[in-house]
């Protein structure tokens, strides 16, 4: 799929205040940091799209950009930032939890997770949460150029494995570097597809 439009819609503090449910929508969502700016900026080919964190953690607030006039793609702030007060984090966790739940229209969240690292429980149980409510999601795996050789093969397996002590049957996934591109067609050619099966 080629990015012919992007555009900027609206910062919502709640699922209440987003735009009306009538186009497909996909969410990106992940620990602070993970690369998820990044990954949003590289995919519609629009650098400063998605702000990139000087301040990890920073926004709570769901970002809408309009893709094509078509489909809304959804940057959702980042979970599980260390320096977050209790109560903040409480609140984002609801925020994120009635987002995933409530709105109608969400087609696929994708999930990210950082390709250098090993399964953390943070991710494992919000994986759990959306099991549990029949969110229907993808897993997007980031910063693969980070890795050393073998590394990334192992990291994605090893989440993998780790999704399977619980998953009879996997979600789909992606490996993608923002850095060099890599995954970006995989994944727009995903959401196309999906799109036209809904029609
Ligand atoms: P966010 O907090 O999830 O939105 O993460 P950002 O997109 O702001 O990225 C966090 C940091 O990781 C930044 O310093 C990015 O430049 C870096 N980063 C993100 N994606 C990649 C990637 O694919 N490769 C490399 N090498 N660095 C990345």
């Not at 497909?24 to 964190?53: D, H, Q």
């Not at 078509?70 to 409480?90: F, N, T």
């Given at each position: 799929?080629?990015?012919?439009?992007?555009?900027?819609?609206?910062?919502?503090?709640?699922?209440?205040?987003?735009?009306?449910?009538d186009?497909?929508?996909?969410?990106?969502?992940?620990?602070?940091?993970?690369?998820?700016?990044?990954?949003?900026?590289?995919?519609?080919?629009?650098?400063?799209?998605?702000?990139?964190?000087s301040m990890p953690g920073k926004t709570l607030l769901i970002n809408h950009f309009l893709i094509n006039?078509?489909?809304?793609?959804?940057?959702?702030?980042?979970?599980?930032?260390?320096?977050?007060?209790?109560?903040?984090?409480?609140?984002?966790t609801r925020m994120i939890k009635s987002y995933v739940?409530?709105?109608?229209?969400?087609?696929?969240?994708f999930l990210l997770i950082d390709s250098r690292h090993k399964p953390q429980n943070i991710d494992i149980e919000f994986i759990r949460f959306l099991g549990e409510n029949g969110i229907p999601f993808a897993i997007v795996f980031t910063k693969a150029d980070k890795n050393r050789s073998g590394e990334l093969k192992r990291n994605v397996k090893g989440f993998l494995d780790k999704m399977s002590e619980e998953w009879e049957e996997l979600p789909p996934h992606f490996v993608t570097s923002s850095a060099h591109s890599d995954g970006r067609e995989e994944l727009l050619d995903y959401i196309d597809e999906v799109n036209r099966s809904l029609n």
């Open positions: 799929m080629k990015i012919h439009t992007a555009e900027f819609v609206i910062s919502a503090p709640t699922v209440e205040k987003c735009p009306a449910a186009r497909p929508e996909y969410a990106f969502i992940g620990r602070s940091n993970v690369g998820k700016s990044s990954l949003i900026n590289m995919l519609t080919g629009r650098k400063g799209l998605a702000k990139t964190s006039e078509s489909w809304y793609l959804v940057d959702l702030p980042g979970y599980g930032y260390a320096r977050r007060s209790k109560a903040q984090q409480e609140e984002l739940c409530e709105r109608e229209n969400l087609t696929c969240l």
